[in-house]
């Protein structure tokens, strides 16, 4: 018996003692429109769209460059919390003025750029009020 040659995984290796968050859980209500939103409209990769059992649902997005995901179920009974009480996701940005602007493109609602001292920050809400934080570290770039 031969075992097919195992495709390359994109994600780095995970080195001793390393924590790696790798999915959130975002409470949504209508999981289609969130869809939508995040692959449309922020840019976010479709990654897992699957029905492993009558009514339940389970998708996974992510950010584009990103190693963490986010998922939303339907069916599970596990929900963290309700719908539109996540807050704060940070999304780090190595140009703000241009991720913003390729949001607002695309037809986001996002706060203008703020100086918090020295970090800078724009925010969005997604159609049911879970709120990111578009992130800029000039230090980082």
């Known amino acids: 018996m031969t075992t097919a040659d195992p495709t390359p995984n994109p994600t780095p290796p995970?080195?001793?003692g390393a924590m790696m968050l790798e999915l959130v859980m975002l409470?949504?209500?209508?999981?289609d429109r969130s869809i939508e939103f995040y692959r449309d409209h922020v840019g976010f990769?479709?990654?897992?769209?699957?029905?492993p059992a009558d009514g339940v649902r389970v998708v996974q997005l992510t950010p584009p460059g990103s190693y963490c995901s986010v998922t939303m179920t339907s069916g599970i009974g596990q929900a963290p919390s309700e719908p539109g009480s996540v807050r704060g996701l940070h999304l780090v940005v190595a140009d703000i003025e241009?991720?913003?602007?390729?949001?607002?493109?695309?037809g986001v609602d996002v706060s203008?750029?703020?100086?918090?001292g020295g970090v800078f920050y724009?925010?969005?809400a997604d159609p049911d009020g879970n709120t990111w934080?578009?992130?800029?570290?000039p230090w980082r770039a």
């Open 122 to 124: 724009a925010w969005f």
């Open 27 to 31: 409470p949504v209500t209508d999981i």
């Open 14 to 16: 995970v080195p001793a």
């Open 45 to 51: 990769t479709l990654d897992v769209d699957v029905r």
């Open 133 to 137: 934080a578009l992130q800029h570290m």
């Open 98 to 106: 241009a991720a913003r602007a390729t949001l607002v493109e695309r």
């Open 112 to 116: 203008p750029v703020q100086d918090m």
